[in-house]
């Protein structure tokens, strides 16, 4: 019973400080007379408080990082990491499927989500800073709270999946202007990847292996935006010249 209420304990002060930091490091900003005008101000406070996220929850969670660690050691490790990033990816581009034809027949237009909108904005804006933010800190945040602080919670495993999954995948839509079916198509592929990684955390019962796929995923998905983002600025410019 202790154990429980130490484990909601680290839960809810990881959450709050999830919801809260950005927004009292920009308190604090402002205080101090600086102006926050730009995109890449919003990326840069964002950075930071995802870097003090991380070093609280290592705090919280150092015990089970160090009993975690054993597991790099393993050989293989990186033959189950590669197998389980092909899973995800796999299911991934089939959720995103699934997303568009519900779209279609509920007559809703295909366009990326606002989570999305605004990484992609951020990223052209901060692009080296996004792909370190995305693909380091931003892993060990959210896997640290939404898989494992979550399963010290509840202990029944499909019920862990499920909710992990569905807090995941509502945390990257809502709150929204958007319709609320809308937003509810739009966030299948959040909740089916929050569940794939929660799945693997389990089969696992260890923390690196979905912190890492996050990571490479986000890393690859990164890439991906930014190789788009300079090939649609070089025809800009040749069209531009040609005009």
Same mark, same amino acid.
């Given at each position: 019973?202790?154990?429980?209420?130490?484990?909601?304990?680290?839960?809810?002060?990881?959450?709050?400080?999830?919801?809260?930091?950005?927004?009292?490091?920009?308190? #604090?900003?402002?205080?101090?007379?600086? /102006?926050?005008?730009?995109?890449?101000?919003? !990326?840069?406070?964002?950075?930071?408080?995802?870097?003090?996220? /991380? !070093?609280?929850?290592?705090?919280?969670?150092?015990?089970?990082?160090?009993?975690?660690?054993?597991?790099?050691?393993?050989?293989?490790?990186?033959?189950?990491?590669?197998?389980?990033?092909?899973?995800?990816?796999?299911?991934?581009?089939?959720?995103?499927?699934?997303?568009? !034809?519900?779209?279609?027949?509920?007559?809703?237009?295909?366009?990326?989500?606002?989570?999305?909108?605004?990484?992609?904005?951020?990223?052209?804006?901060?692009?080296?800073?996004?792909?370190?933010?995305?693909?380091?800190?931003?892993?060990?945040?959210?896997?640290?709270?939404?898989?494992?602080?979550?399963?010290?919670?509840?202990?029944?495993?499909?019920?862990?999946?499920?909710?992990?999954?569905?807090?995941? #995948?509502?945390?990257?839509?809502?709150?929204?202007?958007?319709?609320?079916?809308? /937003?509810?198509?739009?966030?299948?592929?959040?909740?089916?990847?929050?569940? !794939?990684?929660?799945?693997?955390?389990?089969?696992?019962?260890?923390?690196?292996?979905?912190?890492?796929?996050?990571?490479?995923?986000?890393?690859?998905?990164?890439?991906?935006?930014?190789?788009?983002?300079?090939?649609?600025?070089?025809?800009?410019?040749?069209?531009?010249?040609?005009?």
């Amino acid at each position: 019973m202790k154990e429980r209420l130490i484990n909601i304990i680290k839960l809810a002060v990881a959450l709050i400080t999830f919801f809260t930091l950005s927004s009292l490091l920009a308190l #604090g900003i402002k205080s101090m007379g600086f /102006a926050i005008t730009n995109y890449k101000d919003i !990326v840069i406070i964002t950075s930071a408080s995802e870097v003090i996220l /991380a !070093v609280l929850i290592f705090i919280l969670y150092n015990k089970d990082f160090i009993s975690s660690k054993a597991i790099l050691s393993d050989k293989d490790f990186i033959k189950k990491l590669v197998k389980y990033f092909c899973i995800f990816w796999v299911i991934k581009i089939i959720s995103s499927i699934v997303m568009t !034809v519900l779209c279609l027949l509920c007559g809703y237009e295909v366009n990326v989500s606002e989570n999305q909108e605004a990484i992609n904005l951020y990223t052209t804006s901060a692009p080296i800073l996004m792909l370190l933010t995305s693909s380091i800190t931003t892993p060990i945040v959210e896997e640290c709270i939404f898989r494992l602080g979550i399963s010290k919670i509840i202990r029944n495993k499909s019920l862990f999946i499920i909710t992990s999954g569905i807090i995941f #995948g509502f945390l990257h839509i809502f709150p929204t202007d958007l319709d609320i079916i809308y /937003a509810l198509v739009n966030s299948i592929p959040y909740v089916t990847m929050g569940m !794939v990684l929660a799945y693997i955390y389990k089969k696992e019962d260890n923390i690196y292996y979905p912190m890492i796929i996050h990571g490479l995923n986000n890393l690859v998905s990164m890439i991906i935006l930014l190789c788009s983002w300079k090939n649609k600025k070089i025809m800009y410019n040749r069209k531009k010249f040609w005009c």
